[in-house]
């Protein structure tokens, strides 16, 4: 087990167990935001034929503007016209198909007797030809990119298949909101996070009731979870505690592989297999659960464009780094002339209102802190 690794390491452990592997045929009306498993290839050219982008009249652009005669009318779903005679203009309609020799357009606007241009002619495969890549393997499934593929000729496309993704939070203090609070106890409140992120991610969640730190009980949960899913999560238990039980049962009876990332929050996760099932240990605290699961599940399980854009943005809060551990402060973006950021709350990883309050995490590297002024790079976040 490698023991307090960069993010980077982490990342690269994780994916030698590929989470992405299994694929499906799917309409490409049930494929938004789902990842596409192959590379895809244009099945025509894109335009099909040349055409019109405007109303108005195809002509050849050699013959005398002022003796111009209207023959006939060509609509957007008619054939390729027969060519022009010398003299002749067709009225034609966006997207219809332009006679073989015709050369230029004319707006409607600007009357028959107007000025022909040569770039109202839309020219066949000038989008994309036939042959081409039209979207990368692992490319996130738009509403532009699914029309790119339909465009070419696809109604399906083949996608990985959506892993079932365990949840588990533990703590002998948590208890379900909606329940009468004891002393001591705390509502539960990591599961709807990570369900919600999970689900976002494209992957299938499946929540566990809260299970308390014992040894046994958490053993056959786990045992349960490998046997009826793709990778667990869990939450709480994997730091130093006394009864962090997730991280000795992993490293006692499991096969651990990391343990601690340099990043601040989110500092003790865990990874390893549990019955030949990935599992991701996460810390119990609100803040660094959300943090970890952007930073390290993200791109292994999904697509970062469905939770992040990387951005540059000038401070004007001053901002804690941390020694040897990328530090990952809330702060909130606002888009004036230029990005800025600032914080308004505390910043402490328990405090789940300080990721409501803000909308993007600092990435400050390793012994940095961040001054009033600096441009520092940052994870803004999507709603
Ligand atoms: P742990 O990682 O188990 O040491 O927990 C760290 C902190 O997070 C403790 O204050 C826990 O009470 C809190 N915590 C753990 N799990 C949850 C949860 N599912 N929801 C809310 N807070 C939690
Ligand atoms: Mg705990």
Known sequence: MEENVTIDRALEILSEYPLLSKTEEIPLFEAHNRISARQMISLVDNPPFDNSS???WAVIASDDPNKRVEISSIFAGDKTPPPLSSGDAFRIMTGAPIPKNADALVMVEDGINGQARNNFIRFKGENISKGEIALKQSSL?????LALLASVGHSTVSVFTKPIVSIIPTGNELISPGKELLDGQIYESNSITLS????RAGAIPSVVDSIKDELNDLRDTLDYCASTSDLIITSGGVSMGDRDYIRKLLIEEGTPLFWKVKMRPGGPPIFGIWKDTPIIGLPGNPVSSYVVFLNLIVPWLSHPDLFYKKIRAHLQSQLKGAPEKTTFRRIKIESKDQLFASTHTHQGSGNIKSMVAHDALSILPPNTNGEVGD?????????
Do not use: H, N, Q
């Open 141 to 145: 499934l738009t509403p532009a990119s």
């Open 196 to 199: 919600t992120l999970v689900k």
């Open 54 to 56: 405007i109303d108005g």
């Open 375 to 383: 441009i520092i790079d940052a994870l803004w976040l999507f709603d």
